[in-house]
């Protein structure tokens, strides 16, 4: 069975430009998240779905973040404009709905970095 | 006050040792606790689980949890070089306006076991 895919793995841009990062979740996972996890950090939720519902999405700074779930599967994670705060690895996980374990299944990770 | 607290290491060891990992939670509200391993350049990944006071055992691996002191530890015995790797400690907390809750990880301790 795939696992979470990502897309791209490294990306490099300069501050003010825009960026988006793909994910792919576990085949019959409702459940997306997307989690920001700086270095020598823990991941840090930045929204959840529940098929095309954003359930938890209070920690995303929508003045420049914005995501999307067209179809209740991929997902897209944006950042415009970028700043060089937003330097990270962008995690995205999956889980199957309304499982109570706190399994996520994480993708490799997007790592940004604004120059 | 942060959600999950740990001792950010670095945790070293020698082969053949108990590793030991703590982890302290604000919330007495908390219900569910993990911990999730992370080697260098790669995404976190679910070792244990734990739900009720006490000790929970799985192979080398034992957890546990004393909700009294807000505390959840790790042990890993008979320490193997391929130990080696962060430990997150993540805690499910309800929030307002999130069904299920949401998943706070601790910073992670870093172990280092030396053959």
């Known amino acids: 069975e795939a696992g979470v895919v990502q897309s791209p793995r490294y990306k490099i841009i300069e501050k003010k430009q825009p960026v988006a990062f793909w994910c792919n979740p576990i085949?019959?996972?409702?459940?997306l998240y997307w989690y920001l996890q700086n270095l020598g950090q823990g991941p840090e939720l930045l929204i959840r779905?529940?098929?095309?519902?954003?359930?938890?999405d209070s920690q995303l700074p929508k003045d420049r973040f914005s995501a999307e779930r067209l179809k209740g599967v991929d997902s897209t994670l944006k950042i415009q404009p970028a700043e060089l705060g937003d330097s990270a690895v962008y995690l995205c996980?999956?889980?199957?709905?309304?499982?109570?374990?706190?399994?996520?299944?994480f993708g490799e990770g997007s790592r940004l970095t604004v120059l | 006050q942060k959600e999950v607290e740990q001792n950010s290491g670095p945790l070293s060891v020698p082969e053949g040792a108990i590793a030991s990992l703590n982890c302290t939670y604000s919330d007495r509200g908390s219900q569910s606790f993990f911990w999730y391993r992370q080697y260098s350049g790669k995404s976190p990944e679910l070792i244990m689980s734990i739900y009720s006071n006490g000790d929970k055992e799985d192979g080398r691996f034992t957890a546990q949890l004393n909700k009294a002191s807000q505390y959840v530890s790790l042990l890993i015995r008979d320490s193997q070089p391929s130990d080696s790797a962060t430990y997150l400690c993540?805690?499910?907390?309800?929030?307002?306006?999130?069904?299920?809750?949401?998943?706070?990880f601790g910073r992670g301790t870093q172990l280092t076991v030396w053959p």
């Open positions: 779905y529940e098929n095309e519902e954003a359930v938890d």
């Open positions: 085949s019959g996972h409702n459940t």
């Open positions: 993540a805690v499910r907390k309800l929030v307002r306006g999130s069904t299920l809750g949401r998943l706070y």
């Open positions: 996980a999956s889980s199957p709905s309304l499982l109570e374990s706190g399994e996520l299944f």
